[in-house]
């Protein structure tokens, strides 16, 4: 049981490329998010889905798109980078019971925007 | 005001020593409470949920108080792997991160 899974670890984009975060988790949880946490600071929330086909805006959606095509996967989309989203990206998901189950994150994509 | 506002820290604090952390929320519509550990560079993990009439984990004891808004993480008998940053957690449509205490236990 592999839990949530990210790709990439690491990244350097240069300003104005765009990228796709890839998460995956296999334990059929229907409710799944994105957070940045910056150096420092805490998490804050991109986007989540409480199941396929359903987003919804975080704090902090700008410059972010996500899809929800299937249950497992919950990819986050930058378009034109920039510096400031340089951070730590975590995925997260919580089990059918909702948002008052218990979180597991993946182990976090490193992006930096130069 | 932010949603989740925590101890900013750091504590450092020797073995053996009893540590509180507080955290206090805004939304009062918040459903469910947790406490987080995240060590450094790696994912947060629960430590435990936060329940109304507070509950205990070995040498952790967690509590809630709704009408104040505010809840508490009690660390009793610190050891030196308790070290990380503790992140309170506030849930209602979607969830709420405090920035995170820092603590060190030192020898």
């Known amino acids: 049981n592999a839990g949530v899974t990210q790709t990439p670890k690491f990244r350097i984009l240069k300003i104005g490329q765009s990228m796709t975060l890839q998460c995956t988790q296999d334990?059929?949880?229907?409710?799944m998010y994105w957070y940045r946490q910056d150096p420092g600071m805490g998490l804050k929330l991109i986007y989540y889905?409480?199941?396929?086909?359903?987003?919804d805006k975080g704090e902090v959606p700008n410059g972010y798109n996500v899809s929800r095509s299937t249950t497992e996967d919950f990819p986050l989309r930058l378009e034109l980078a920039a510096p400031s989203q340089t951070s730590v990206y975590f995925c997260?998901?919580?089990?059918?019971?909702?948002?008052?189950?218990?979180?597991?994150f993946g182990p976090g994509t490193r992006l930096t925007v130069l | 005001r932010k949603e989740v506002e925590q101890d900013p820290g750091p504590f450092n604090v020797p073995e053996g020593a009893t540590v509180a952390f507080n955290c206090t929320y805004s939304?009062?519509?918040?459903?469910?409470f947790f406490w987080y550990r995240q060590d450094c560079r790696k994912e947060p993990k629960l430590l435990m949920s936060?329940?109304?009439s507070g509950n205990e984990d070995g040498r952790f004891t967690a509590q809630l108080n709704r009408a104040s808004q505010y809840i508490s993480l009690l660390i009793r008998d610190s050891k030196l792997s308790d070290s990380a940053t503790y992140l309170c957690?506030?849930?209602?449509?979607?969830?709420?991160f405090g920035a995170g205490t820092r603590l060190t236990v030192k020898p």
């Open positions: 936060v329940y109304s």
């Open positions: 889905s409480v199941g396929a086909g359903i987003t």
């Open positions: 334990m059929n949880h229907n409710y």
């Open positions: 939304n009062s519509a918040s459903q469910s």
């Open positions: 997260a998901s919580t089990g059918t019971s909702g948002i008052a189950d218990t979180q597991y």
């Open positions: 957690v506030v849930g209602h449509n979607d969830m709420r």
